[in-house]
């Protein structure tokens, strides 16, 4: 299995830019989680999907931040408009719901710079 | 809600010695226990796990106990090498959800 697979590895963009984060989960895992990297605050969960479905999206900083999973093999973050506090590193993981594990998986990371 | 916390790093040690980095946890029920890595530039890769109290989690040398007695599940190895240096974070899960509540990492910065 190719694990769990994120692009694009880096982004810059220019603050007020539209940018999106894309994430392939390990395929038979049905949970994904998107968290947010940064010396400033570490490891942040924004928000995880079950079988498709947004369960917990309370740590989704502001509206600028947005989240789908059309499908079970594919998700997107998305911020509109970027600003340069989004600057960190975003990883996806996903994990099989089997039940007293809850191990999960993690991409490599998207490295968001935004000027 | 479950918490977490984990020994505040940087860590540093010569090649050789021995580690521990301490964590203890808040949990409602007795959630399964786990140890990640992230080495520089990478994300984080599971260590090793623990799923029950008294269960010893145990991978490249690195151990962990889950004491349910004492709500911690310390990481330990013998004699750590230059290749450990990296961050550790201790995540217990949740018998509720399905969320791992990360600590705040401790980084080991190991020296020849």
């Known amino acids: 299995d190719a694990g769990v697979i994120q692009s694009p590895r880096h982004e810059v963009t220019e603050m007020g830019q539209e940018v999106t984060l894309r994430c392939k989960p390990i395929?038979?895992?049905?949970?994904l989680f998107w968290y947010r990297q940064t010396m400033m605050r570490g490891l942040e969960l924004l928000i995880y999907?079950?079988?498709?479905?947004?369960?917990?999206d309370s740590g989704m900083p502001e509206d600028r931040f947005s989240a789908k999973m059309p499908n079970a093999s594919f998700s997107t973050l998305k911020i509109q408009p970027s600003e340069p506090r989004d600057s960190a590193v975003y990883f996806c993981?996903?994990?099989?719901?089997?039940?007293?594990?809850?191990?999960?998986?993690f991409g490599p990371g998207t490295r968001l710079t935004v000027l | 809600g479950n918490s977490v916390t984990q020994m505040e790093g940087p860590v540093t040690l010569s090649e050789e010695a021995f580690l521990t980095i301490n964590c203890t946890y808040t949990?409602?029920?007795?959630?399964?226990l786990f140890w990640y890595v992230q080495y520089p530039g990478e994300g984080l890769q599971l260590l090793l796990k623990?799923?029950?109290?008294?269960d010893k989690g145990s991978n490249k040398g690195f151990e962990a106990t889950y004491r349910k007695e004492t709500t911690s599940f310390h990481l330990e190895k013998g004699s750590v090498q230059v290749s450990d240096s990296a961050v550790y974070f201790c995540?217990?899960?949740?018998?509720?959800?399905?969320?791992?509540?990360f600590g705040t990492g401790t980084r080991l910065q190991v020296f020849p």
């Open positions: 993981a996903s994990d099989s719901r089997v039940r007293g594990s809850n191990e999960q998986f």
């Open positions: 395929s038979g895992h049905n949970s």
């Open positions: 999907f079950n079988n498709n479905v947004p369960i917990d």
């Open positions: 949990a409602t029920g007795y959630p399964s």
């Open positions: 623990a799923t029950k109290a008294d």
């Open positions: 995540a217990p899960g949740s018998e509720e959800t399905d969320k791992l509540i």
